[in-house]
């Protein structure tokens, strides 16, 4: 398969001369020779994006020898304006295939309760599987619908400025905090995004509440219960430093239907669902190197922090805090460094376990608008609790196609 994607990759470079000077800089293969903005036109949009991430296990954790992993993923997107296809106003249709291939450090030399790298969950394992296909409608700028199966994390529990970041305090949380539906387990839901003004938003979701990798095995039957979330937003622009900066802070609110069996308890200690959670997602600038400019160079910070009921999740408190900065070197104004710091509150039923915590720091380079490289550090504290101390390092490079 490594070969494969190799020889792919080869092919297609050449073709990043129709990229140079048109409004398909940011894709290597450019405009296909005139096809993409045809198809574009009538409401077909295409993009893949390959991500190649090597990840070495430096010190500590389960084992350091031959700790070195190579995980690959190609993501293909597909979709449909209906209106630009000539067939219905207002709305689109959203296909996301994903192949993941290799493992990373939190499934085996580095275990850890909370995930370290995004397409790295523990258990994905290789596949290749539609993570998402749905339709959305939207009634003005008002209201939108959201029906099918989805990737829940690009729209709850998430904060801007975490952009960048692997470890998934700083995204989704750890799967051992909820069932919340996102990579790579996805569920069919619904979603209702109501935003009044430039300022306010509700956003409100209902999913199967165990997810299953078949696209359509699911639909709230049998054993399978429901997961539903409630996230309210507000836009602010606040004077900091001289300057009018934007920040957006979130709340939400959870609840898992699905029987979960008591941590630390007896084999037929069973809690009659998994009861509610609530979380903070926060982000703000604080300084902007282009005041009134639409770039995002400048200094940003973002806090996220979860509570979950306890003794039914391995962990019921997550924090996860970070420091943005992009366009800290001059010339180079795409780039963008991060530092952040990570804690997990492990449940208090487990015996001789201790709480996680640690950092992470990363660099960005965008070599081109479609090719970028990313160095990553992050240390570990008492991973899954009872783990020895981990130092990880790994380089994610992508390509958008």
């Known amino acids: ?5 190799l020889f792919i990759l080869l092919f297609l470079m050449p073709l990043s001369v129709f990229a140079q000077d048109n409004e398909w800089e940011n894709k290597l293969t450019g405009d296909w020779g005139g096809l993409r903005s045809t198809l ?7 993009s893949s994006q390959y991500l190649f991430a090597p990840w070495i296990n430096l010190h500590g954790g389960a084992n350091t020898s ?3 992993e190579l995980q690959h993923n190609i993501q293909t997107f597909f979709d449909l304006d209906t209106k630009r296809a000539g067939l219905w106003d207002d709305g689109q249709f959203h296909l996301y295939l994903h192949g993941n ?9 580095a275990p850890s309760a909370i ?7 523990p258990g994905a394992g290789d596949f290749i599987q539609v993570e998402e296909l749905w339709y959305q409608h939207t009634i003005g700028e008002i209201v939108r619908l959201r029906f099918g199966r989805i990737d829940a994390s690009a729209d709850f529990r998430r904060a801007n400025f975490s952009g960048g970041y692997f470890n998934d305090a700083f995204g989704p949380g750890p799967g051992s905090m909820n069932p919340f539906p996102h990579h790579p387990i996805t569920a069919l839901g ?9 300022t306010y938003y509700v956003n409100l979701g209902l999913f199967d509440g165990q997810g299953e990798r078949d696209v359509w095995d699911t639909a709230f039957d049998g054993d399978e219960r429901a997961y539903g979330i409630i996230e309210g937003g507000i836009h602010l622009t606040l004077p900091i430093f001289g300057q009018d900066l934007p920040g957006t802070y979130r709340i939400g609110v959870w609840h898992d239907w699905n029987e979960r069996q008591k941590i630390g308890g007896l084999p037929n200690s069973i809690y009659n669902n998994g009861g509610a959670g609530v979380y903070l997602a926060c982000d703000q600038m604080f300084y902007k190197e282009n005041p009134g400019d639409d770039d995002e160079q400048g200094f940003g910070a973002f806090l996220k922090l979860e509570f979950a009921p306890q003794n039914r999740y391995f962990v019921d408190m997550c924090l996860g805090a970070g420091l943005r900065y992009q366009g800290l070197i001059p010339e180079r104004d795409n780039d963008f460094i991060g530092l952040g710091f990570l804690y997990a509150d492990i449940c208090d039923n487990l015996a001789n376990v201790s709480n996680e915590y640690g950092i992470e720091t990363f660099y960005r380079f965008q070599i081109t608008p479609w090719f970028h490289i990313q160095p990553d550090m992050q240390f570990i504290a008492n991973p899954n609790g009872t783990g020895r101390d981990a130092l990880v390092f790994g380089i994610q490079a992508g390509l958008v196609f």
């Open 1 to 5: 398969m490594k070969k494969e994607i």
């Open 40 to 46: 574009s036109e009538n409401g077909i949009d295409i």
């Open 66 to 68: 031959d700790s070195l």
């Open 101 to 109: 291939f290799g493992r990373g450090m939190s499934g085996t030399h």
């Open 115 to 121: 995930n370290m790298y995004g397409p790295d969950a």
């Open 190 to 198: 619904v979603e209702l995004l109501l935003q009044p003004n430039d």
